[in-house]
T-cell receptor, first 115, second 116 residues
Framework: AQSVTQLGSHVSVSEGALVLLRCNYS??????LFWYVQYPNQGLQLLLK??????LVKGINGFEAEFKKSETSFHLTKPSAHMSDAAEYFC?????????????FGTGTRLTIIP | EAGVAQSPRYKIIEKRQSVAFWCNPI?????LYWYQQILGQGPKLLIQ????????DSQLPKDRFSAERLKGVDSTLKIQPAKLEDSAVYLC??????????????FGPGTRLTVT
């Protein structure tokens, strides 16, 4: 069975500071990994995805994540936080099983940007 | 391209009443998902359709929840009767699939249900 753990339900960083959101996964097969962002009263928007190609994945809005198999991690980073980055971030793992591409989400991390 | 559409955006009902949500996926997306997102938690898959067939409904509380996708396009999710613990945001997502490739799921804005 697959699962995702996001460390830290709330993270606060100053504007211009490094953003680091942590995600660890558990999967019985090589996983596909995703980061989604959710703004208030909106659906989820894909930031980036790892599908067994390059281990360093670049996404939208300056975010990137690195897949580390030895640490079973897929942490999300951004060098310099912007006020518009304030949102909830979800890490998700997918085990593709003959068309049953089920996403399992973590509990989310709420990112607050301090002016 | 148009995104995933959902309606209504908000719904307030009393417990034991029934409610239905509607979803129109992105054109050409054969796979449709319904998720339940309880406040403070990540989305949880309720049901997955491939065209008009059910692929996975293992986490759908079938005694009160039902879903259909009759023509392989639009879908409705129904709750009857509703309980207080059904208060959540119900998200619809869609994706297309090419053999051997993994494609992301595109999410609608959700329907926020409050059961009083």
């Amino acid at each position: 069975a697959q699962s995702v753990t996001q460390l830290g339900s709330h993270v606060s960083v100053s504007e211009g500071a490094l953003v680091l959101l942590r995600c660890n996964y558990s999967s019985s097969v090589p996983p596909y990994l995703f980061w989604y962002v959710q703004y208030p009263n909106q659906g989820l928007q894909l930031l980036l995805k790892y599908t067994s190609a390059a281990t360093l994945v670049k996404g939208i809005n300056g975010f990137e994540a690195e897949f580390k198999k030895s640490e079973t991690s897929f942490h999300l980073t951004k060098p310099s936080a912007h006020m518009s980055d304030a949102a909830e971030y979800f890490c998700a793992v997918m085990e593709s099983n003959f068309g049953n591409e089920k996403l399992t989400f973590g509990t989310g991390t709420r990112l607050t940007i301090i002016p | 391209e148009a995104g995933v559409a959902q309606s209504p955006r908000y719904k307030i009902i009393e417990k034991r009443q029934s409610v239905a949500f509607w979803c129109n996926p992105i054109s050409g997306h054969a796979t449709l998902y319904w998720y339940q997102q309880i406040l403070g938690q990540g989305p949880k898959l309720l049901i997955q359709f491939q065209n008009n067939g059910v692929v996975d409904d293992s986490q759908l509380p079938k005694d009160r929840f039902s879903a259909e996708r009759l023509k392989g396009v639009d879908s409705t999710l129904k709750i009857q009767p509703a309980k207080l613990e059904d208060s959540a945001v119900y998200l619809c997502a869609s994706s297309f699939r090419v053999r051997g490739l993994v494609h992301e799921q595109y999410f609608g804005p959700g329907t926020r249900l409050t059961v009083t």
